[in-house]
């Protein structure tokens, strides 16, 4: 294995996780491997493809990725050829009449050419080595970009009468996904191998800015010597902001689906020679792009979920260098994606899924613990997590309260139970709740039950989540554990910070219904919308909604960065209304 990639590759050592995968291979097992984005998925079915006897077919989606790596391996001198519909009818006899003859070591094709019923009685002739499904979240209905061409081939793969191992390799696949990938193409357990997703040399953040264009306009000119990203949700605003780059005279480019094919490959080339350090895009554009320089990665808007986000994020420092992934995000982001879920034709299930992506990635943009461990957390839920010191939440400098007390309590409640248990069960011990199961485990009888009996059960779960994150404590299918290095918290000075959190017990409930409005505070809202749109003359809905205005009687924000958060606020009310109701809730605090 290392003498092959050695000589092909000119590499010494393997990176993490292919070594394992192509151990799997070439032991005859079918394989799934979970690699970062940038990990070198592509060795682990190339060098057993070169050590096996035959040809290995390459299932990919992405038409630039098979030119790509075909003319790599050309240049290694490795017999490798692609058919896709980029060639005319010609170019693809003369790659099949190559595949027929056994002259190929790698061929690449779409899901779609399984379709071809004389592809097809080629397969049953050529001599197949492996079969390689690259990009393989794709085959699962749960996968952020599932592709029913991709399902469909799987049987027709298990329908060449020959022996031969399969491998499915992705960077992004969450454990229900790769539960899916193994039922279909019948890979077990042990033939499972995954790395951390943790990129180190990524510095993800999240900014909440409502001045979005500003800050990209001002982050380019700034870092105009860097190749970087910016993806937007539409074509509309990919085209907005590359006219307001151009405007302030910063080199610029874009691309989206609805450009011409030779438009589109101009961006791609101009981005890709270093001719244009800056492509605004859309999510159609950077699968299969082979740019290891890409220094910063900015989502101008929330994608519609964590896997999509990663991947996209992902392209940032591929070459191991510190690159920045930089998130803007709004609230309004999250009404685009609703409309998306509930106007698609999927059924009931599958929309109830992407609904629960959506929700995860909004917390992803509101947490205040790590965001690379968030990262992790979601990929690999019993991964052990880290702070990783350098995102925007680790850096932040809200983190004032000290819950050293808290943190010892709730790790001393952990370790003195007889059997791990769930967040649950630690956070009603620690509550001093008398339920059934915490009578019959005897957990009345602990020194730690009701320690924490003045603490909220969400101020609990905040507190256990920051010891997950912070890695004191860790998860093994919901069960919670201590980790080794509590003993150095518990027995040294350490001290650790977290966001203020606590509810201030003084201060008093006034009149609210179930949902928390403060009825009081909405009323006087209600008549602050109704002057401003007497005056006007416009409907008092076209100021503010009463959702809106609910949510004020809510969270009672009292500066401009705070109201921002809240949906239905945009950049111009923000400037023409707000100032009033800011005022009206100020004034509604100090006197009630």
């Not at 070198?40 to 057993?48: D, T």
């Not at 170019?91 to 070591?105: D, F, P, T």
């Not at 019923?117 to 080595?129: K, V």
């Not at 967040?423 to 019959?440: M, P």
Request: contains cysteine; aromatic residues 10%.
């Amino acid at each position: 294995m290392e003498q092959t990639l050695s000589h092909y590759f000119g590499y010494k050592a393997f990176r993490p996780g292919q070594k394992e995968i192509i151990s799997q291979i070439l032991s005859g097992n079918h394989t799934l491997g979970v690699l970062p984005t940038g990990g070198g998925k592509s060795v682990c079915y190339q060098i057993p493809g070169l050590m096996l006897k035959g040809t290995t077919i390459v299932i990919s989606p992405l038409i630039s990725l098979m030119k790509d790596q075909v003319d790599q391996l050309k240049s290694m001198g490795v017999s490798a050829a692609y058919l896709n519909s980029s060639q005319s009818s010609h170019e693809q006899r003369e790659v099949e009449k190559l595949l027929a003859q056994g002259e190929l070591k790698f061929l690449y094709v779409a899901p779609e050419r399984f379709e071809n019923g004389y592809f097809q009685h080629l397969l049953t002739r050529a001599t197949i080595a492996l079969v390689a499904f690259d990009e393989a979240h794709c085959i699962s209905k749960w996968g952020h970009d599932f592709r029913p061409s991709y399902q469909a081939v799987v049987h027709k793969v298990f329908a060449i009468p020959q022996n031969f191992a399969m491998v499915a390799l992705t960077a992004t696949a969450t454990a229900e996904v790769q539960q899916d990938i193994m039922s279909r193409l019948n890979i077990l357990k042990q033939h499972v191998v995954k790395t951390s997703v943790k990129r180190r040399n990524l510095v993800f953040k999240v900014n909440p800015t409502y001045q979005r264009q500003k800050f990209v306009l001002d982050y380019v000119k700034t870092h105009e010597k860097e190749a970087g990203i910016i993806y937007c949700s539409t074509r509309k605003q990919v085209e907005s902001l590359y006219e307001a780059l151009d405007d302030a005279d910063i080199p610029a480019t874009y691309y989206h689906a609805g450009l011409s094919a030779k438009l589109r490959d101009e961006a791609q080339n101009d981005f890709l020679y270093d001719r244009t350090r800056v492509v605004v895009a859309t999510n159609a554009f950077g699968m299969g792009i082979d740019k290891s320089n890409v220094r910063y990665v900015i989502h101008y808007n929330m994608p519609g979920d964590l896997e999509s986000y990663y991947q996209e994020a992902g392209r940032a420092g591929r070459d191991g260098l510190q690159s920045e992934c930089i998130l803007l995000f709004s609230d309004r982001d999250i009404s685009l994606h609703e409309y998306f879920i509930t106007s698609s034709k999927a059924d009931d299930d599958y929309k109830e899924r992407m609904g629960e992506k959506l929700t995860k990635m909004i917390q992803y943009t509101k947490t205040n613990k790590c965001l690379e461990a968030t990262l992790v957390h979601y990929f690999e839920p019993n991964e052990n997590l880290e702070e990783c010191q350098q995102c925007s939440n680790c850096v932040d400098k809200r983190k004032t309260y000290n819950m050293t007390k808290e943190a010892k309590m709730i790790i001393s409640c952990v370790a003195r139970l007889k059997q791990s248990e769930a967040y649950q069960v630690v956070i009603q011990v620690l509550r001093g709740e008398k339920t059934d199961y915490v009578k019959h485990q005897n957990y009345e009888d602990l020194s730690t039950y009701g320690i924490m009996h003045d603490y909220t059960t969400s101020e609990l779960h905040h507190l256990i989540d920051e010891l997950r994150f912070k890695g004191f404590l860790n998860e093994q299918d919901e069960i919670l554990l201590c980790d080794a290095s509590v003993e150095t918290l518990l027995n040294s000075n350490e001290q650790i910070y977290t966001v203020p959190f606590r509810q201030k017990s003084k201060e008093t409930v006034h009149i609210n219904t179930v949902e928390g409005v403060d009825r009081k505070l909405f009323d006087q809202l209600v008549e602050v919308r109704l002057k401003i749109s007497e005056k006007l003359n416009v409907p008092p809905t076209n100021i503010f909604s009463d959702y809106t205005l609910e949510e004020f009687a809510k969270r009672k924000p009292t500066t401009k960065e705070e109201m921002i958060h809240i949906d239905g606020v945009g950049s111009y009310k923000l400037k023409h209304y707000c100032p009033q109701f800011l005022e009206a809730i100020q004034n509604y605090k100090t006197y009630v």
